[in-house]
């Protein structure tokens, strides 16, 4: 088949794909960004002072250094030291568990299509409620935030494994250990009020809003909506070479455009992956290696992931999770829902070949710091059971791909790097208001 490829490049068979290539990037695309809102967004994303214990900030697991993820298959947030593959935990505050999973890319979050975040898809814009969305809260829902991008910064911020804390270690895991979450004295109000009470953030919301400024409290929603605007700013993404040869203006070298030519063609990675972001903002099955505490809550001893299923009920959604947006993706590894794989071309195998995948996943894959954990990292793999239901539920294929074809799959993923965004638009700020320590 490779063959068929190259030849295709040389002798004029290319042309055909292009009534398959997604249309160019343009500024439609996007939302408007408020550049003072941006900057503030910019302070609170890198400051401390939104976790429970003061200690994690949005950015130590989505770092730029780390193309907005952390390099991890699974985080450490709460009870971590350092950052990066490097984290790990502290002796004097250990982590009850791992996140359960992977910590997603932000590039494009931004733009108008995506309406539905996280692997599982838990908040979706949803025009029909007071709030415009469909959250876990459902009816405590409230209203303000600016978007589903806003609105997605609410799980962190509550999650005790993340940013809360464990329990009775601060105000604001208290709160969410007694379900007080919306409302004056909730986790979220508690956090207004510690940025609130800095008098530099004080004035920084009475210039971005107006509100504020005429006398009203900061709340929540004001803090998420500053975060969004920041992370649609600093991380859009449409600077790549392929934004390039979309537009006219650029050129991709041979092994990208054989590799272009099996993702839009026979290797039929398109059918998920479409659109100028490369993703259709669905769910689906593929089969990916379960490791780790899975998502279940703490009363519950199972490791398994069923993913979308466990936002709509229905079997049918078994393993099933969203599928990512490409941009970047040779940057943002390990891969996977559960960041199994840290070898993107094994990736791409195993995408193409699920039940094969799983059978032969190799476990030094993972990047997984040592971590003594009340539930073994490889329950769901040892269990002939679990893995059975994981390899029935994922989607099958009609195109196994090749070790040549994935590496020039590989290629072509390249070429959607974009310099511009893995760089950053504001950057690490030099310091928060806060006075707290800043991810560097």
């Known amino acids: 088949m490779r063959i068929g490829v190259i030849f295709a490049l040389f002798f004029g068979a290319l042309p055909a794909l292009a009534k398959d290539l997604p249309p160019p990037v343009s500024d439609s695309d996007f939302q408007a960004v408020n550049l003072d809102e941006a900057k503030?967004?910019?302070?609170?994303?890198?400051?401390?002072?939104?976790?429970?214990?003061?200690?994690?900030?949005?950015s130590t697991c989505h770092h730029p250094r780390f193309a907005t993820s952390d390099g991890l298959s699974l985080g450490i947030g709460e009870g971590g030291i350092d950052l990066g593959p490097q984290r790990h935990p502290d002796p004097a505050?250990?982590?009850?568990?791992?996140?359960?999973?992977?910590?997603?890319?932000?590039?494009?979050?931004?733009?108008?299509?995506?309406?539905?975040?996280?692997?599982d898809g838990r908040i979706?814009?949803?025009?029909?409620?007071?709030?415009?969305?469909?959250?876990?809260?459902?009816?405590?829902?409230?209203s303000g935030f600016a978007s589903v991008?806003?609105?997605?910064?609410?799980?962190?911020?509550?999650?005790?494994d993340e940013m809360a804390g464990h329990y009775s270690e601060n105000d604001i895991s208290t709160a969410v250990r007694e379900g007080l979450i919306t409302g004056e004295g909730g986790a979220w109000d508690l956090i207004s009020r510690r940025v609130a009470a800095l008098p530099e953030y004080q004035a920084m919301f009475a210039a971005v809003y107006p509100e504020i400024a005429s006398g009203r409290k900061i709340a929540f929603t004001d803090i998420s909506n500053a975060i969004a605007g920041f992370v649609a700013f600093e991380w859009r993404s449409d600077q790549s070479p392929f934004d390039a040869y979309l537009r006219g203006v650029g050129q991709l070298p041979p092994p990208a455009l054989a590799g272009m030519t099996?993702?839009?063609?026979?290797?039929?990675?398109?059918?998920?992956?479409?659109?100028?972001?490369?993703?259709?903002?669905?769910?689906?099955?593929?089969?990916?290696?379960?490791?780790?505490?899975?998502?279940?809550?703490?009363?519950?001893?199972?490791?398994?992931?069923?993913?979308?299923?466990?936002?709509?009920?229905?079997?049918?959604?078994?393993?099933?999770?969203?599928?990512?947006?490409?941009?970047?993706?040779?940057?943002?590894?390990?891969?996977?829902?559960?960041?199994?794989?840290?070898?993107?071309?094994?990736?791409?195998?195993?995408?193409?070949?699920p039940g094969e995948g799983l059978a032969g996943f190799d476990r030094a894959e993972p990047v997984l710091p040592e971590m003594n954990v009340a539930k073994p990292d490889w329950v769901v793999l040892?269990?002939?059971?679990?893995?059975?239901?994981?390899?029935?539920?994922?989607?099958?294929?009609?195109?196994?791909?090749?070790?040549?074809?994935?590496?020039?799959?590989?290629?072509?993923?390249?070429?959607?790097?974009?310099?511009?965004?893995?760089?950053?638009?504001?950057?690490?700020?030099?310091?928060?208001?806060?006075?707290?320590?800043?991810?560097?």
Request: glycine share 8%; proline share 7%; with cysteine.
């Open 40 to 58: 503030l967004g910019q302070l609170l994303f890198y400051d401390r002072i939104l976790s429970g214990n003061r200690n994690i900030a949005c």
């Open 93 to 119: 505050d250990y982590p009850e568990q791992r996140i359960p999973r992977n910590a997603t890319a932000l590039f494009n979050l931004g733009a108008h299509e995506f309406k539905v975040l996280f692997h």
């Open 124 to 142: 979706e814009a949803d025009p029909t409620r007071p709030s415009g969305l469909r959250t876990p809260l459902e009816d405590e829902m409230v």
């Open 149 to 160: 991008l806003s609105a997605q910064t609410m799980f962190p911020v509550l999650s005790p």
């Open 262 to 353: 099996l993702f839009y063609g026979p290797a039929g990675c398109s059918a998920c992956h479409s659109g100028p972001f490369l993703t259709d903002q669905s769910f689906h099955a593929m089969g990916e290696p379960q490791i780790g505490p899975g998502k279940a809550e703490r009363f519950e001893s199972h490791s398994r992931d069923v993913g979308r299923m466990r936002v709509t009920n229905d079997p049918r959604d078994a393993y099933a999770f969203r599928t990512p947006s490409l941009r970047n993706v040779t940057e943002t590894g390990p891969w996977g829902h559960a960041g199994a794989w840290s070898d993107l071309t094994e990736f791409l195998l195993h995408h193409s070949n």
């Open 382 to 440: 040892d269990s002939a059971e679990e893995s059975d239901a994981i390899t029935a539920a994922a989607e099958k294929s009609s195109y196994h791909l090749g070790k040549a074809e994935a590496e020039d799959i590989r290629a072509f993923l390249l070429t959607l790097k974009d310099p511009v965004a893995l760089a950053g638009r504001l950057g690490i700020p030099d310091r928060v208001p806060s006075g707290l320590a800043v991810d560097r």
